[in-house]
Nanobody, 120 residues
Framework: QVQLVESGGGLVQAGGSLRLSCAAS????????MGWFRQAPGKDREFVAA??????NYADSVKGRFAISRDNAKNTVYLQMNQLKPEDTAVYYC???????????????WGQGTQVTVSS
């Protein structure tokens, strides 16, 4: 079982930056594929970014602006978000899966989410 706790959300102006963190429980964090998803009001949850051992994967809408990374010593995955746009406003969720891949599917564990609001 893996428990995930997100932090770092907030209100930012368009063009600004935020860094989300996701702290994971468990001693096998380094064996898990990790991802970030988001859900805007009235919309389905969508894939944002994922990381395996070193490989990464991004949604087209965030390529070049967002960067995912992980620190296995701290059991933490990060999402650095730059050049934020109002359409990035959503609840952001951290996710984990026992398969070490950066594919946007197969996630078994989810955090509670953190709100990101980008004002225009």
């Amino acid at each position: 079982q893996v428990q995930l706790v997100e932090s770092g959300g907030g209100l930012v102006q368009a063009g600004g930056s935020l860094r989300l963190s996701c702290a994971a429980s468990g001693r096998t964090f380094s064996n898990y594929g990790m991802g970030w998803f988001r859900q805007a009001p009235g919309k389905d949850r969508e894939f944002v970014a994922a990381i395996a051992t070193i490989s990464t994967n991004y949604a087209d809408s965030v390529k070049g602006r967002f960067a995912i990374s992980r620190d296995n010593a701290k059991n933490t995955v990060y999402l650095q978000m730059n050049q934020l746009k109002p359409e990035d406003t959503a609840v952001y969720y951290c996710a984990a899966k026992s398969a070490m891949s950066a594919a946007p599917i197969g996630y078994q564990y989810w955090g509670q989410g953190t709100q990101v609001t980008v004002s225009s």
